[in-house]
């Protein structure tokens, strides 16, 4: 991997943040609008800024969930000045689900708005600079999402971090150079952090089978499916074992083992079988604990649908060739 940029990327800088966060929340806020029309933050109760509008992504049903983004930064804030807790800046108070895409990314920029001016060891800071890098890539901006990343990276490796949080760094670099389409480069980290895990933790730790995750993605993103497989069918049962079958580690890992079977060029018609059973399964799962528009259940309808396909095209005999003309004995 070439040597990072030391200096500070304009994105991070102290004055970029205000504006940043303001165009994330109004994105959040746009995205949110058709669920969230007359609805009122479940923190202010319509106390706060009502031009700012309101966002849900998350787990929560019916009227519940509604919130200003700033009603959330401000609890969160809170939170860790209180407890000493930074779950309230990426996880929902009421159904305890991470939010995801855009109101991720808004917290996000929420997030280091307020810690951007804490000297770089303070432990706000450098969650905030995670959590961004996070948000962005959760958003589907991977090239700021790299940016800010190889800089956190280049921030580690400055105040001597411990192997850990370098392992994670790294992790979160590979996964946005997967995305953005440098796919050797990030399969080759992944390989090196998932090694790395497993000699630190253990196979069973729940950083190891979450590298074990990205480890089998990459390896699928560059149709090496039959080395995904492998990893995967060794990892799962612990996955399952450790983490239980709704985690949504477990349902990640279970949906790239179902891709790798339907995927790969060699399927059997009993792959194919398995790939539609396993994903019908995860489907209903994932509906009932994320919810419909998670972007989890998105991706395992996607897939059912494609594997559905592909099972029906082999099951499906070839039309029989059509009937000749005319009797072959009449041209002798």
Not at 71 to 85: G, I, K, M
Not at 230 to 242: M, N, S
Request: glycine share 6%.
């Amino acid at each position: 991997m070439a040597d990072l940029v030391t200096a500070e990327p304009l994105l991070l800088r102290p004055d970029q943040a205000p504006q940043r966060y303001l165009e994330a929340v109004q994105t959040a806020v746009a995205a949110c609008a058709a669920d969230t029309a007359g609805q009122t933050c479940y923190i202010c109760h319509g106390e706060g800024d009502e031009d700012e509008g309101l966002v849900r992504m998350c787990a929560c049903r019916g009227a519940a969930g509604f919130v200003h983004i700033s009603c959330l930064a401000l609890q969160a804030e809170v939170s860790v000045e209180r407890v000493q807790t930074f779950e309230r800046w990426y996880s929902c108070g009421l159904c305890k689900q991470q939010y995801h895409g855009v109101v991720y990314c808004a917290l996000a920029w929420a997030c280091w708005k307020t810690y951007v001016g804490l000297p770089e060891e303070d432990n706000r800071r450098r969650f905030a600079i995670f959590l961004l890098g996070s948000g962005l890539h959760d958003a589907e901006l991977y090239t700021d999402a790299l940016t800010v990343k190889e800089a956190q990276l280049s921030e580690e490796r400055r105040l001597g971090a411990d192997e850990d949080d370098i392992l994670v760094s790294l992790s979160n670099l590979a996964c946005s150079c997967q995305k953005g389409g440098r796919l050797e480069e990030a399969l080759r980290i992944h390989q090196d952090v998932y090694s790395g895990s497993l000699n630190l933790h253990g196979e069973e730790h729940r950083a190891t089978l979450g590298q074990a995750n990205y480890y089998a993605s990459s390896l699928s993103e560059l149709q090496r499916h039959a080395e995904a497989k492998a990893l995967l069918r060794k990892t799962i049962p612990v996955a399952r074992r450790v983490l239980g079958e709704s985690h949504h580690l477990t349902l990640r890992m279970r949906f790239f083992y179902a891709d790798a079977l339907y995927l790969d060029d060699d399927a059997t018609l009993d792959d194919l079988r398995e790939a539609v059973t396993t994903l019908e399964d995860m489907e209903r799962t994932a509906r009932r604990v994320f919810g419909g528009s998670h972007p989890l259940t998105e991706d395992l309808e996607a897939a059912l649908r494609n594997a559905r396909a592909a099972l029906g095209a082999r099951e499906t005999p070839p039309p029989a060739p059509p009937a000749p003309l005319y009797d072959e004995d009449e041209l002798d």
